[in-house]
């Protein structure tokens, strides 16, 4: 069965330090990850896909097969980045397998 | 963005009463979902439908019905609803497999 895990409930950093949200999947088929957010009163989004090998406002992450994660990384974040991030990971039968989600604060 | 419209957007109740909350959209996507939402539990997949004559159920289906109507509506249904059914529902709609989901506002719902 498939399995996603987000370790950190809870993420605060300052203005301008470097942030990941690190992210973790459990599954024995070739994956599928995404990264959404949800900033305060708006609607969940996608905010980028890893087949895509995007940058979405300055975020990036990288596959890694061998460690089985996903990590979200932001050099340099900002206070509009303070939001909910869920990674989720597609799987052959087409469903979506959320984490439990980071709520991610940045301070001024 | 009113693509993906979710009603009512809340809703307060008693146990044992039936509830449908209704999804419509506009995106002209075949596949559509339901959620739900619990703080420290993330989003949990109930039923989902790849069109209108394919329904599955998903990870926490126990409880709840639902209804593909058109490829554009998705309903989901408590038949009798119960405390712990309290929480943020969530549908989505998406084109394909790797394709992005698309959420609606989500419908709060509290039973009593």
């Known amino acids: 069965a498939q399995r996603v895990t987000q370790p950190e409930k809870l993420l605060s950093v300052f203005k301008g330090a470097p942030v990941e949200l690190k992210c973790n999947y459990s599954y024995s088929g070739s994956p599928e990850l995404f990264w959404y957010v949800q900033y305060s009163r708006q609607r969940l989004q996608l905010l980028l896909r890893?087949?895509s090998r995007e940058s979405i406002k300055g975020f990036t992450a990288d596959l890694n097969k061998g460690e089985t994660s996903f990590h979200l990384k932001k050099p340099f974040a900002q206070e509009e980045d303070s939001a909910m991030y869920y990674c989720?990971?597609?799987?052959?039968?087409?469903?979506?397998?959320f984490g439990e989600g980071t709520q991610l604060t940045v301070n001024p | 963005d009113a693509d993906v419209t979710q009603t009512p957007r809340n809703r307060i109740t008693k146990t044992g009463k039936r509830i449908m909350l209704e999804c419509s959209q506009t995106k002209g996507h075949d596949r559509m979902y339901w959620y739900r939402q619990d703080p420290g539990l993330g989003l949990r997949l109930i039923y989902y439908s790849f069109d209108v004559k394919d329904i599955n159920k998903g990870e926490i289906s126990d409880g709840y019905s639902v209804s593909r109507q058109a490829q554009a509506k998705f309903s989901l249904s408590l038949e009798s609803a119960i405390p712990n059914q309290t929480a943020l529902y969530f549908c989505?709609?998406?084109?394909?497999?790797?394709?992005?989901?698309?959420f609606g506002d989500g419908t709060r719902l509290s039973i009593l």
């Open positions: 989505a709609t998406s084109a394909s497999r790797w394709e992005a989901q698309h």
């Open positions: 989720a990971l597609s799987t052959s039968g087409s469903r979506l397998t």
């Open positions: 890893h087949i």
